[in-house]
């Protein structure tokens, strides 16, 4: 499965969009990209997936670049309770996922 | 619905000690999973469960076992814990793969310290 590299780290300010990138250059045709977030130590929270086409959903947007070797996940209007860490998986079977590090955003008031 | 449920929330060992993590999860989910998290890093796979009766080692399997007799039901046990299973366990399920939404659901997590 895809190696992915994210920031360890991004602010943002509330109310302005905050965009994550994500790179998988490795990634293979049938890995989907996902997103999840953790938000202190809860358990991680499903944001958003695709393969190949942009993808938007309640919560956020997913734009795939063309090759599909990077994505940027784009919360439209960040608030403070968007403060977590955001975690971009590519994937094809669950049994095989790698979280990594992932990028820890901040919102600034 | 409830979700992914974990038990306990929290527990303290001594070395050696054994225990078993209880994971339940009212999804009707073939799959389910046993992660772990130590501090400032991400999920690690430990084992998994493609269904009933059926269960696979992940990344890091050692020093644990699982057991999945009932289609809601993922248990982790520890049969003799060492100081460096502290950690935060997270249980999470799944619909299979190819599926329209193989999204993964999580528990609450249970933390772990072993003195």
């Known amino acids: 499965d895809a190696k992915t590299t994210q920031p360890p780290s991004m602010d943002c300010a509330e109310g302005r969009a905050a965009n994550l990138p994500c790179n998988h250059s490795t990634i293979s045709g049938n890995e989907y990209v996902y997103w999840y977030r953790q938000i202190h130590s809860q358990g991680p929270q499903y944001i958003i997936h695709?393969?190949?086409n942009n993808e938007t959903n309640e919560m956020a947007s997913l734009i795939i670049t063309e090759d599909r070797k990077s994505s940027t996940l784009i919360l439209p209007h960040a608030t403070l309770r968007d403060t977590a860490v955001y975690y971009c998986?590519?994937?094809?079977?669950?049994?095989?996922?790698?979280f990594g590090s992932g990028t820890r955003l901040s919102i600034r008031p | 619905n409830a979700g992914v449920t974990q038990t306990p929330k929290f527990r303290v060992l001594k070395t050696g000690q054994s225990m078993t993590l209880l994971c339940a999860q009212d999804?009707?989910?073939?799959?389910m999973y046993w992660y772990r998290q130590d501090p400032g890093m991400g999920l690690r796979l430990i084992h998994y469960s493609v269904g009933e009766g059926t269960t696979a080692k992940g990344e890091v399997p050692d020093g644990y076992n699982v057991s999945r007799l009932k289609k809601q039901n993922f248990l982790l046990g520890l049969e003799s814990a060492a100081p460096s299973q502290t950690s935060v366990y997270f249980c999470?399920?799944?619909?299979?793969?190819?599926?329209?939404?193989?999204?993964?659901?999580f528990g609450p997590g249970t933390r772990l310290l072993v003195l």
């Open positions: 999470a399920s799944s619909s299979p793969p190819g599926h329209i939404q193989e999204t993964q659901y």
């Open positions: 998986i590519a994937y094809s079977s669950a049994s095989k996922i790698i």
């Open positions: 999804m009707n989910h073939e799959y």
């Open positions: 695709g393969l190949k």
